[in-house]
């Protein structure tokens, strides 16, 4: 694939200054580096920067990294940065990497929640600083003696991605025929809908260009099946169409027989929701207006220093952010004795993705930005009744809840959000203190006075809910009243479709209940309503219990679920009411 070697370059003014950074705190504050050393002046920018998503892998995982490092760092000319992103395992993969961390001089990354391979490479690949970025799985299927190679072509002919190809003519793949069939179908439904002039898609070792990272991978919300369809697609369309297949060693170990449907399924359905959001809704542009610069934003020497508040150094140490203080004790009082522009808290007990800060620090590059917030997850497991609640929030019909199951939306601003965990602008935080603003309303009491919040989804924070029955439901009627508030301050701008979708079907189900008691003609009408509103209820509840695999979950979340629109709808709309 070619274009005109003159033609611009979008998404990239290069006009930004670097920030004047606070100089660092005293005494009680110290300064931690990802390293899990005192921190050091922002070293040069890496020549490459090698992505590495694992899943599960604690085995052989500080292993594979090594042998990784060994068989990159000597063909390149300069500095290798390797990144780790442990993408919501479950045994100890990320433990024994943030113990090597020092020895293998990786960056290590880790959330509480599998998102997809996708979503590890984006914050991956978000995070990184090197001129050039590349992708290898984990599992060492592909030579990573191959990146050196690719990086050389890629310099060579300028390219914006050099990406693996096993239908290149000097690929070495032992790939079954069923596999091969539905590689070519697919590969040829992508050159129709995205006019992409590549063979294959799909091979999970790339080298892009520093422009793609910075313009292309924050516009992305694939996490998953078709990720890399959704990078080159929408590269293609932003005009970054230097792209050359080269060939992969590649000796696939299946076992089982054929393609999976499930999962051909599931990638032709993000392979259409790509074309729609690409071609009909114009998202990835739409998006891309609002990000502006982000290559500027994200730049080491551009992002301010963060004072992590009523945190401990545990918790610091987990965060791959090159300027981060800690400052322990009451948030308030911690904020208030902190030097730094930026200050983060978190809830008690949550649990942020290791690009916590390096996520939402970007967006302080602009200065109408005063917070950021995130997507809150559950963890995988827990106790019964907190799972179950949790499969309530995550719902799509669950309380208008910020919280998340895969997909976790598109950044934006917002004008309400709840805040229990945020990275906000010291002053602007001291300014709500002084006023006595309640954390979950602090982002509509912002909004009320013109400053903005981003909410993000290229990181987490995991939180347990509270349990069913009453500590859930007591925690939605806070939640719903302090929404009602919020729609009243912000006159209706706060007012989203999360909570229509609880309010409008709770709200049928009971004209529903008045029309059957009414009798007559109107009684037909009634049935139909509440019947609707039951079959989305016992939908919701089976897919908790599918998402969380245990029947039981299901069985307590049907109920559940009819209590809290209850306890949600009579909330929110006293919250409307009383202002309070």
Aim: glycine letters at 8%.
């Amino acid at each position: 694939m070619e274009s005109d070697p003159g033609r611009p370059r979008p998404g990239r003014t290069g006009d930004s200054q670097p920030r004047a950074y606070d100089p660092p705190v005293e005494t009680a504050v110290t300064a931690v580096d990802p390293g899990g050393g005192q921190s050091a002046q922002t070293p040069p920018r890496p020549a490459l920067s090698v992505v590495v998503p694992v899943y599960d892998g604690a085995t052989t995982i500080v292993e594979n990294v090594d042998a990784i490092r060994r068989a990159v760092e000597p063909g390149i000319d300069g500095e290798v940065e390797l990144i780790v992103v442990s993408d919501g395992s479950v045994d100890d993969t990320a433990e024994r990497l943030l113990a090597a961390r020092e020895e293998s001089r990786a960056r290590v990354i880790h959330y509480d929640r599998n998102l997809g391979k996708g979503y590890a490479v984006r914050a991956g690949a978000l995070a990184s600083t090197g001129e050039w970025v590349a992708f290898i799985d984990a599992d060492l299927d592909l030579d990573p003696a191959s990146i050196p190679r690719y990086l050389e072509v890629a310099r060579h002919e300028q390219l914006d991605i050099a990406l693996g190809s096993k239908r290149h003519p000097e690929s070495v793949v032992h790939y079954p025929r069923a596999r091969r069939i539905a590689s070519w179908c697919y590969q040829l439904l992508n050159r129709v809908l995205f006019q992409l002039d590549v063979r294959d898609t799909q091979v999970g070792l790339k080298v892009i260009s520093r422009d793609v990272v910075d313009n292309v991978m924050p516009l992305l919300l694939v996490k998953q099946f078709a990720f890399d369809l959704e990078l080159l697609a929408v590269a293609h369309a932003l005009g970054y169409r230097r792209v050359r297949e080269l060939p992969v060693t590649l000796d696939y170990r299946f076992t089982g027989s054929g393609v999976r449907s499930a999962a051909v399924a599931r990638a032709l359905v993000d392979t259409a929701a790509i074309f729609y959001r690409l071609r009909i809704l114009r998202t990835y542009q739409r998006k891309q207006a609002l990000l502006g610069p982000s290559g500027v934003a994200r730049r080491p020497e551009t992002l301010p220093r963060v004072t992590l508040v009523g945190s401990d150094e545990e918790t610091a140490q987990r965060l791959d952010y090159p300027a981060v203080d800690v400052l322990p004790g009451d948030p308030a009082g911690a904020a208030r004795a902190a030097s730094s522009e930026v200050v983060a808290l978190l809830a008690p007990g949550a649990s942020p993705a290791g690009n916590w800060l390096t996520a939402a620090a970007p967006f302080f590059v602009r200065p109408e930005v005063a917070a950021v917030v995130v997507p809150e997850m559950a963890p995988h497991r827990g106790p019964l009744r907190r799972v179950a609640a949790a499969a309530i929030l995550e719902s799509r019909l669950g309380a208008g809840s910020p919280r998340i199951r895969y997909s976790p939306g598109n950044v934006r601003v917002v004008v309400d959000h709840p805040a229990p965990s945020v990275v906000v602008r010291r002053a602007a935080y001291l300014e709500a203190l002084d006023e006595h603003v309640p954390r979950e309303r602090l982002v509509a009491w912002l909004a009320a006075r013109g400053r903005e919040t981003v909410y993000t989804p290229d990181t987490m924070i995991v939180d347990t809910p509270a349990p069913l029955f009453g500590p859930h439901l007591r925690s939605v009627a806070g939640y719903a009243r302090s929404r009602g508030v919020a729609a009243r301050l912000t006159r209706g701008r706060s007012f989203t479709l999360a909570r229509l979708l609880v309010l409008v079907p709770f709200a049928a189900a009971l004209a529903g209940v008045v029309l059957i008691a009414a009798g007559g003609t109107a009684r037909t009408v009634g049935i139909v309503l509440v019947l609707v509103y039951l079959a989305a209820v016992l939908l919701g509840a089976a897919t908790g219990a599918f998402r969380f695999r245990s029947l039981r979950v299901g069985l307590l979340a049907a109920p559940a679920f009819v209590a809290t629109h209850a306890v949600y709808v009579a909330a929110f709309l006293a919250g409307v009411a009383t202002g309070r």
